[in-house]
């Protein structure tokens, strides 16, 4: 295993684990100041917003599993791609996601590795 793609996976771990506990705090020191992560639907969540509903259990994961993994980095910046396999509960419904995700991860100061952009792409065909 490479040094990069130990970094990728410990990462990527973390953020999984983050969400499906919906661990508020842990998310947010996952994220930077100005994060944003556009859905596979063209909702937009910001870094406010994400952890709001965290901490409010708006919205909760059952699973969040991630495969094809691969990552390029570029100084600072680490740009993390792959496939997410969710599924979500909203009030009383149950729905299982299948997403492409382009993640862009960033060095901090502090020498933290955060989230400054997520998107997701759907693999539903219409």
Request: aromatic letters at 6%.
């Amino acid at each position: 295993m490479t040094e990069l793609s130990a970094i990728v996976g410990e990462l990527s771990r973390a953020l999984r684990t983050a969400i499906v506990q919906g661990d508020a705090d842990a998310l947010d020191g996952l994220l930077t100041h100005d994060f944003v992560w556009i859905h596979a639907n063209a909702e937009v969540d910001s870094k406010q917003s994400l952890v709001g509903s965290a901490r409010a259990g708006a919205l909760r994961h059952i699973e969040f599993e991630a495969s094809d993994e691969t990552a390029r980095r570029y100084g600072d910046v680490l740009v993390h791609n792959g496939v997410a396999s969710v599924q979500v509960q909203v009030d009383a419904d149950l729905m299982r996601l299948a997403n492409r995700f382009s993640i862009v991860w960033t060095l901090e100061d502090d020498g933290a590795w955060r989230i400054t952009n997520w998107q997701s792409t759907s693999m539903r065909s219409n």
